[in-house]
């Protein structure tokens, strides 16, 4: 070994420590930045929150939806309760609506927000949950195909491994960058989100094949996995017993077109319905609860112009129903007992 080796070894210990210390300053910098800046506002840190939502997706504007305390009312689901305009429900209630629906979720995402909703609202005034055919999977974990970042409603430990990606770095940039903007847009506090322009551009209501795919009519057999069990029951039982008994809770089974409907003594019909039923023997353990039964073989749901898909329907469909979930709340605030 030459006299230099030594000091070569030594050269590079060197180097590679400073390496190692410098990576981990920049980790922890760059970590320490984004809990201070709070990239999707979930108020762990709220020395830039602004109180204002900034233009994003329901998936992660529910962070800060979910929490903000002039809404003492929410509405949760997916997109077949979007359309439900907060504002009008609160017209109606004299509640503040926040309409948490995020597309594309399930259960599982949807008790995730009734979960980081509550854990900001300890008495809320008025619930809204729509329970579609996601409901009825059989797998209790309720997997879906979409993500949904679970860590921006989670723990601390889970919410710092969530800052730990490309997407958080990215929207911690974008939010200094709004945050700078004296022009800054913003989105609706509330979470409305009319979508009927997005469905119309994309052919819905003209598009000869969209139309013949609306008039196809389901089988007779369920869809897989959704034959039953029906693990949402017991998902539901624990989830109200989170909320006050003074709560009054609607449960909606949002509209679908007749041909959505399955054919009359059909196994999927038998399953739907067992499935539904499941659902309100649950919800009766909370004091203060009713359902909205949009699927009780009302003669709108015959009408094509009513909807754009076979679960997907339009305002003026949507409007009713709004009538209908305000009046079961007050039938709850006013009659208890009935």
């Not at 995402?109 to 609202?121: N, R, T």
């Not at 809320?124 to 949950?129: D, E, G, I, R």
Request: hydrophobic share 40%.
């Amino acid at each position: 070994m030459s006299p230099a080796q030594p000091t070569q070894d030594r050269d590079w210990r060197g180097f590679a420590r400073t390496l190692f210390l410098s990576m981990a300053g920049l980790f922890a910098a760059y970590l320490a930045l984004a809990v201070l800046v709070d990239p999707y506002d979930t108020g762990r840190s709220t020395l830039l929150s602004r109180g204002a939502v900034r233009p994003q997706g329901p998936r992660t504007a529910s962070a800060l939806r979910g929490r903000d305390p002039a809404y003492s009312g929410a509405v949760i689901g997916n997109s077949h309760i979007q359309l439900i305009e907060p504002a009008a429900l609160s017209r109606l209630t004299g509640i503040p609506f926040v309409q948490l629906s995020v597309p594309a979720t399930g259960p599982s995402e949807q008790f995730a927000l009734l979960g980081w909703y509550l854990k900001h609202h300890a008495r809320p005034q008025a619930l809204v949950l729509s329970a579609d055919s996601f409901w009825c999977a059989d797998d209790p974990s309720f997997p879906s195909e979409h993500g949904f970042p679970y860590w921006l409603l989670a723990d601390w430990p889970a919410y710092l491994h969530g800052l730990l990606r490309f997407s958080a770095a990215q929207e911690t940039i974008n939010r200094l960058g709004w945050l700078s903007n004296p022009r800054r847009r913003k989105a609706a506090a509330d979470g409305w989100w009319d979508y009927e322009s997005n469905y119309l551009g994309q052919g819905f209501g003209r598009d000869p094949a969209k139309k013949a795919a609306l008039e196809r009519p389901v089988g007779p057999e369920p869809e897989p996995h959704h034959g039953g069990p029906f693990p949402v029951a017991d998902r539901l039982r624990a989830e109200l017993a989170r909320i006050p008994a003074e709560t009054p809770v609607v449960v909606v089974f949002p509209p679908v077109y007749a041909r959505a409907e399955p054919p009359a003594g059909s196994p999927r019909a038998a399953a739907e319905s067992a499935c539904r039923a499941q659902v309100r023997s649950a919800l009766a353990a909370h004091p203060l609860s009713a359902v909205v039964d949009a699927r009780d073989g009302r003669p709108e749901a015959e009408n094509a112009d009513l909807f754009f898909d076979q679960t997907h329907y339009r305002l003026p469909l949507a409007r009713t129903l709004t009538t209908e979930i305000a009046a079961a709340i007050e039938r709850l605030q006013t009659h208890p007992a009935e």
